[in-house]
């Protein structure tokens, strides 16, 4: 439940109809006031560890910069290498955070020494390493690297709990893969990276209370108790073969525990800025709902239900009523249970109904960050009831990397 009162949430509202008036749906916003609150609120938990910015729930480049001016950002996770590639061009430090078989891309890297240096690929197995090895041929200067370990919690030996990411998990399989990075001059290892998942990425309280939330919180204790200490001790090993740069961890649900691991020095956020609904439903932080996409009210289809065109931008993950989005404004809007979020059009019942008219916008928020600027060309990025610029969207500067 998100924690503005109605009245502010009103006037938020307001503010992005007033603003964008003149622009047909579908219309993405950006409430930079919220947007900046997000971003000091990141830094503010962080307490100190540098952030870098998660790409992939950003996917604008002029918000990219505007977060990575601020005190507290240090470079980008990318998703892809391509996106690395374009990235680069403006100087930033950049790491992959997850490894790559783009092997045109790879071969474009290779012979830039300049974004060599500031490119970091993200590997987990020697079958891997293999690969990017033959891509690149002889680079113009060496490939920088990183490990990605494991962050899962598995019981014993068959309950999985967390993303099902890299094959190395204990201290040995790390300095083994470590290994056969040093000993290739063509390679040099920088950096490792564990992301505990199921405790950035699961919520406190789940729609429909299941699992229960003192089920989570158990689990939440026991993952970060396991991954601190395992995460240490990998660090610990493979720093004694190689100085690395940076040990990365993390996401925006799990800033505080994060943090308190000795052995990590950056933390990977981003869905925080745009303050998705999925955040929502945490205890120990609360985004601003930052980010928003509006569709045009275009028919009446009986008393009390109005149809907006578009709607069915699911986000990914399990399937489930909390990855659809959610119709904020005017309050009181819900899906019609037998059709929700439609490909080309969206009915939606409720009192507020009968008080909207043709041509009326209808305000959504998308359960996921980025994700939403797959669907839009331009972001609406608005200070009071104005907008100041039409920010191009990944998408909306030609470019869909996934």
């Known amino acids: 439940m998100v924690t503005t009162s109605h009245h502010l949430c009103a006037q938020q509202h307001e503010r992005l109809d007033r603003a964008t008036a003149g622009l047909d749906g579908p219309v993405g916003a950006v409430d930079l006031a919220a947007f900046d609150a997000n971003a000091d609120d990141l830094v503010r938990r962080a307490a100190g560890t540098p952030i870098r910015v998660a790409s992939k729930s950003v996917r604008c480049r002029a918000l990219l910069d505007r977060v990575l001016a601020r005190e507290g950002y240090e470079g980008i ?11 680069a061009e403006s100087h930033y430090d950049i790491v992959i955070g ?10 474009t890297l290779a012979k830039d020494e300049e974004k ?3 490119v970091t690929l993200m590997i987990d ?4 390493l293999s690969l990017v090895k033959a891509a690149i041929g002889t680079p113009a200067a060496p490939v920088r690297v990183a490990i990605d370990l494991d962050a899962a919690l598995v ?10 990411r890299s094959p190395v998990r204990t201290p040995d399989e790390a300095v083994a893969l470590a290994r056969l990075v040093a000993e290739d001059p063509d390679f040099e290892l ?7 998942g199921q405790v950035a990425g699961l919520v406190d309280r789940p729609l429909g209370g299941n699992p229960p939330a003192p089920m989570i919180r158990r689990m939440k204790k026991a993952s970060v108790a396991e991954i601190t200490e395992r995460r240490g001790k990998v660090v610990a090993a493979v720093r004694s073969l190689v100085d690395l740069e940076f040990v990365n961890g993390g996401g925006t649900g799990s800033i505080e525990t994060t943090r308190a691991d000795s052995s990590v020095t950056e933390i990977a956020a981003g869905s925080g800025l745009y303050g998705p609904t999925l955040f929502d439903r945490y205890d120990g932080f609360t985004p601003h709902p930052a980010t928003y ?5 275009v028919r009446r289809p009986a008393p009390g239900i109005v149809t907006v065109a578009g709607g069915g931008w699911i986000a990914s993950g399990p399937v489930g009523p909390d990855r659809m989005p959610s119709p904020t404004y005017p309050f009181g809007l819900e899906y019609v249970g037998t059709e929700g979020a439609g490909e080309v059009q969206t009915p939606l019942r409720g009192h507020a109904a009968d008080e909207l008219a043709i041509g009326d916008k209808v305000w959504f928020r998308h359960a996921k960050a980025g994700e939403v600027c797959e669907r839009l060309d331009v972001l609406q990025l608005i200070e009071g009831d104005s907008i100041i610029t039409a ?7 030609g470019l869909t990397f996934l």
């Not at 996770?77 to 990235?87: G, I, P, Y």
């Not at 997850?98 to 071969?107: D, G, H, I, N, S």
């Not at 920010?391 to 500067?397: C, D, K, L, M, S």
């Open 391 to 397: 920010a191009p969207t990944y998408r909306g500067e």
């Open 293 to 297: 996409f509006g569709l045009n009210v």
């Open 98 to 107: 997850y490894p790559t078989a783009e092997r045109a891309a790879l071969a």
């Open 116 to 118: 060599l240096a500031r």
């Open 190 to 196: 920088v950096g490792l990276m564990a992301y505990e």
């Open 155 to 164: 019981i014993a030996r068959r309950i999985w709990l967390g993303p099902r």
């Open 125 to 128: 197995s020697a079958e891997g």
């Open 77 to 87: 996770l990318a998703f892809t290498l391509s996106e690395a590639l374009w990235l």
